[in-house]
């Protein structure tokens, strides 16, 4: 084999080795776009999720706040309704109380009224000897009628007339502009045994106390159209 045979043999091989460089370069190539495009699309599509869920968790904290939002408006508006159903139920009971004044004035019907209140007040104590606190406007209302009052209550307990003392201290007077804020009393009696263990409030404040609270759930009902729990 000559030299020029040699020669291109050799540049035989050579293209052959760079040839097959070239291929191997495109193969490493290809496969290194590929799986750079495979990585590139890996991290696009976590940054994506990543994306998603923060704006999912934003989306619940908005969601969270607005129901939160939305509770504490409707808690203060059923405040400001009870408030005001409070509010209308208070002045009520306060325009009864000034007409309970006006009982007194009636100066026949209100003596009968403390018959009736006396007699009550002996047959809920049932003790033969009572201390019994009145106003001191009502002293002589009660003078008059504790005989009959006595009497009665007697006959409806079957016992003999039971002692009433009458106590110098007396209840507050009614309520005026001059003692708006002190201890008053719009009249009727306070019975108690005598070692004042047992005490009945009959007065026309504590009645009206009494029945309030009876008929309250009834005049929600008239007043808002149901029943307070």
Do not use: W
């Not at 699309?41 to 990543?50: P, T, Y």
């Not at 026309?204 to 009494?210: I, K, Q």
């Amino acid at each position: 084999m000559n030299d020029a045979d040699v020669s291109k043999q050799i540049q035989q091989m050579v293209r052959f080795i760079r040839q097959e460089a070239e291929e191997k370069a495109n193969e490493i190539s290809v496969s290194a776009e590929e799986e750079f495009n495979i990585e590139k699309l890996q991290l696009v599509e976590a940054e994506k999720k990543k994306i998603r869920q923060e704006y999912e968790r934003k989306e619940k904290q908005v969601q969270v706040r607005k129901r939160i939002e939305y509770s504490m408006q409707l808690n203060a508006s059923r405040l400001k309704v009870l408030q005001a159903q409070d509010d209308l139920v208070s002045s009520m009971k306060e325009a009864a109380s000034k007409e309970l004044l006006r009982v007194s004035h009636h100066h026949h019907t209100y003596e009968h009224l403390l018959k009736d209140l006396i007699v009550q007040s002996l047959l809920r104590l049932k003790e033969p000897s009572v201390l019994l606190r009145c106003r001191k406007d009502d002293l002589h209302f009660v003078q008059s009628v504790l005989h009959s009052a006595k009497e009665e209550y007697a006959l409806k307990a079957k016992v003999h007339p039971p002692e009433i003392i009458v106590d110098h201290i007396h209840l507050p007077a009614a309520p005026s502009h001059h003692n708006a804020h002190g201890p008053s009393c719009s009249g009727g009696v306070v019975l108690a045994s005598r070692d004042g263990k047992i005490v009945f409030e009959n007065t026309l404040d504590a009645r009206l106390d009494v029945v309030f609270r009876k008929k309250l759930p009834e005049i929600r009902k008239n007043l808002f159209g149901q029943v307070a729990a």
